[in-house]
């Protein structure tokens, strides 16, 4: 048998391409371009990115502006009632600095995210529901202001989804949606 690290016979590297394969690389090169078109498009066209200003501000200023809203909001049995539509939450290890939270169904809040210390992952989920449920990054020095609105009652989740150190497991809070 023959070895496969021989070279074949003949003159094989000034062999013209075949016709077909011509063809295949034309439609893997175009297909490869749309879907980087796509790409592209997807974070401009649709509502399908979360959105809303991101803002440069320090981790000790973030976490004042949080306790200026805890201060402010109404302190209920299972949580703190915003007293407007804005939520402050400041993600630390290993904890969520202003959840548990009581807000209302059908109402949109802006949630304002942001870190006093590492990088975290701010991972919203319903009940004990595990396959819905949406991560956005929280970053220290950036305040971003996400809008969102929950239309249905219940418990739910906020996890880290982040690792941010060793007690990351334990990273969990809650807010509640009431009708
Ligand atoms: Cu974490």
């Given amino acids: 048998m023959r070895s496969p690290l021989d070279a074949p016979e003949g003159d094989w590297w000034s062999e013209e391409v075949n016709r077909r394969e011509t ?3 034309g439609i893997t090169g175009g297909w490869a371009a749309v879907l980087f078109g796509w790409m592209a498009g997807w974070t401009q066209i649709g509502d399908q990115n979360p959105t809303g200003p991101t803002e440069r501000i320090s981790p000790e200023r973030y ?3 949080v306790t200026a809203y805890k201060e402010e909001a109404e302190d209920a049995e299972d949580g703190l009632i915003p007293p407007g539509e804005d939520v402050f939450i400041g993600a630390m290890r290993y904890n969520w600095d202003g959840l548990p939270a009581v807000l209302e169904a059908g109402k949109t809040y802006k949630f304002h995210i942001g870190s006093y210390d590492v990088q975290h992952g701010f991972s919203i ?5 595990l396959s819905k449920q949406m991560s956005l990054q929280v970053l220290p020095e950036y305040e971003w202001v996400v809008e969102m609105e929950f239309d249905e009652p219940g418990t739910y989740h906020v996890v880290c989804n982040e690792f941010c150190g060793v007690g ?7 807010f509640t949606v009431r009708e």
Avoid: F, S, Y
């Fill in 168 to 174: 990351h497991r334990t990273m969990h809070g809650a």
């Fill in 125 to 129: 989920r319903k009940g004990d529901t």
């Fill in 63 to 65: 976490q004042e502006k």
């Fill in 23 to 25: 063809i295949w690389l």
